[in-house]
């Protein structure tokens, strides 16, 4: 089922664009500023179990997911990976994905998660089409609002993340070029593997030098998943100092599919985190800053609060 390119509704647009030259090709960048409203982003990630997966009390709760989201009516859903399990088979995207979500897939910006790949990212591409690639490769740039946004590939076993690597010289010059634009601009990144975490096992240290080129490009946020929990991060710089303008990272792998049951790192303390509650992160984007909310399906609030962009 291709994916439909997203129409904000009742916003008033600044279409904004640049050419950067990219491998021997142009992509043009473009930024819609919508000045008078905000856009409402929900984010999730680690969502939909498969024929395969094992159910219990802590497992399989995406439908309830589904429901938080439809409830808020954002204007974009951003899924950092592993959005169908066990394999991300196309069978299991027909069977599992497709009829909890198909209502939303026009507003669905993905990433591409390990179990994606499990099957080769064939269920993934077949669900999403090109519009989740760029030049045949698995990231792409989105607008949401006044802020710009970019779909990375964390999956360093399966695609180049060295610095060399077609993914960040493209993402470098659509960044570049996005300052260059509007040089106070807000941008988001998402992909699946955190590079911070306090879970031991799973962050992605080859992802790192990709981290790094993204704060010191000034990028505002980046969503991660893979961690089965949820955990915010205060801002750091390229060398994951702390640094009061620097990128915050938050991890949202509460999408339903389980809770993690992982061992902490003594040396990574998050600003916030739940390892026992499914729900979404909501970001409110507004020109120049941002609000968040993270809601578990119950509907508590558990954490909250805003930050401007750099």
């Excluded at 919508?34 to 395969?52: K, M, N, P």
């Excluded at 010059?173 to 601009?185: E, F, I, R, Y």
Aim: hydrophobic letters at 35%; glycine letters at 12%.
């Amino acid at each position: 089922m291709p994916r439909k390119r997203l129409h904000l509704p009742r916003l008033s647009f600044l279409i904004v664009s640049v050419c950067v030259l990219v491998g021997g090709g142009f992509v043009a960048i473009a930024s819609a500023s919508a000045e008078d409203q905000s856009v409402l982003v929900a984010v999730v990630g680690d969502i939909q179990c498969g024929a395969d997966s094992p159910t219990g009390d802590d497992r399989c709760e995406s439908q309830q997911v589904h429901s938080l989201i439809a409830e808020h009516h954002p204007n974009l859903v951003l899924m950092p990976g592993d959005l169908q399990y066990e394999t991300g088979a196309p069978e299991d995207f027909a069977a599992e994905f497709g009829p909890t979500w198909s209502d939303m897939t026009s507003l669905i910006r993905p990433a591409p998660g390990n179990h994606e790949y499990r099957d080769k990212v064939a269920g993934y591409l077949g669900y999403f089409g090109d519009s989740v690639t760029t030049e045949g490769q698995l990231f792409y740039g989105f607008g949401a609002g006044p802020w710009q946004g970019l779909s990375l590939d964390s999956n360093c076993a399966e695609m180049d993340c060295s610095a060399a690597g077609s993914q960040m010289t493209w993402a470098s010059q659509q960044l570049a070029a996005w300052n260059t634009v509007d040089p106070g601009g807000c941008s988001i990144v998402e992909y699946h593997h955190p590079v911070l975490t306090a879970y031991t096992k799973d962050s992605e240290p080859a992802f790192a030098d990709t981290f790094a080129m993204l704060a010191s490009q000034g990028v505002d946020i980046v969503v991660a998943g893979h961690v089965h929990a949820y955990e915010r991060f205060a801002p750091v710089d390229a060398t994951l100092a702390p640094a009061e303008s620097g990128t915050v990272q938050f991890t949202v792998g509460t999408g339903g599919k389980s809770h993690y049951q992982g061992s902490k790192r003594p040396d990574t303390t998050p600003a916030f985190s739940t390892g026992g509650s499914f729900g979404v992160l909501f970001l409110t984007l507004n020109k120049g800053a941002y609000t968040f909310e993270f809601i578990d399906i119950d509907g508590n609030v558990l954490d909250k609060g805003a930050g401007t962009c750099h």
